[in-house]
């Protein structure tokens, strides 16, 4: 049995570019809930791909017949990654997310801008974020000089950012648990990353909450970083690090960020809950 065999074909599938292959509705349910459900339950007879490119789709369909991974690149990586998830192919997730982390172990700078953005833009299909998990963790556990230039560069301007770019970002914060040499300062001999992240994300947020055109409303993406960002954690970074001193610019930071917003006049019982919060998480 093959893809497009006239003897076993009684599903037809259309491509982007409008071709139309045959498929065997069994082996499309066997491998994916998402056509055993549009076949099955729904009883289509005609299966739409017109979102993805018409090469990908089929040699990805190809491998449910012959049990072989496609060959996975930078340039079909989102086609197959987003095709995986559509259809909800476990097993090409778990192939999708090996070349990601295969990158991300022996790859170039040029490759983790790659991951990066492929990352980012993943969040809209991928709603539990595994790549920026990933990602993240790698970040900040295989690298001890971070660029953090580099992140207040991306985070510069939250007006401009999807959220699942500032999604990224956060992840970051949350998921950095370095403490590293700090060859720059003989006084601070080491650096805290985490607070280092999230002081530049909490900067911005205030900022961005000033530049508001109804200052006395909290925003999408205020209430993003409010319900996001781990507050608590981040905090307790120096505590129980005694050769990591200096000023806490985290706190510093948070306390004012925490300013701005009560004095916010138009907002919500729910909205001041998660406010209270991060009032808590400061120890206030």
Sequence with gaps: EYLDSKHHSNVEVILKDGAKIGASSLVLALNSPYMKEEIEVKGLKKIELDGFDADVSRTFLESFYNGQSMEINKENFRHVSKLSYTLNVSWMKEKCLEYFRSLMTNGSAEDFDFLMKEGITAKAYDKSGQYLDALAVHKTNKVCQVDIEKVEEGIKNIQSLA??????????????????????????????????????????????????????????????????????????????????????????????????????????????????????SLGN
Aim: positive net charge; aromatic residues 10%; charged residues 30%.
């Design 163 to 280: 959220l699942n770019e500032l999604d990224f970002f956060i992840r970051l914060a949350n998921n950095c648990k370095r403490i590293v040499p700090n060859p720059n300062n003989s006084r601070h001999t080491y650096r805290n990353i985490t607070k280092e992240y999230a002081t530049v994300i909490v900067e911005q947020a205030e900022t961005h909450l000033k530049n508001q055109k109804e200052q006395s409303k909290l925003d999408e993406k205020t209430k993003f970083i409010l319900t996001k960002l781990n507050f608590k954690e981040i905090s307790k970074g120096y505590t129980d690090i005694s050769y990591a001193k200096g000023p806490d610019k985290f706190r510093t930071a948070a306390s004012s960020f925490l300013q701005s917003l009560l004095n916010l006049e138009d907002i919500t019982n729910k909205e001041m809950k998660t406010i209270l919060k991060l009032y808590m």
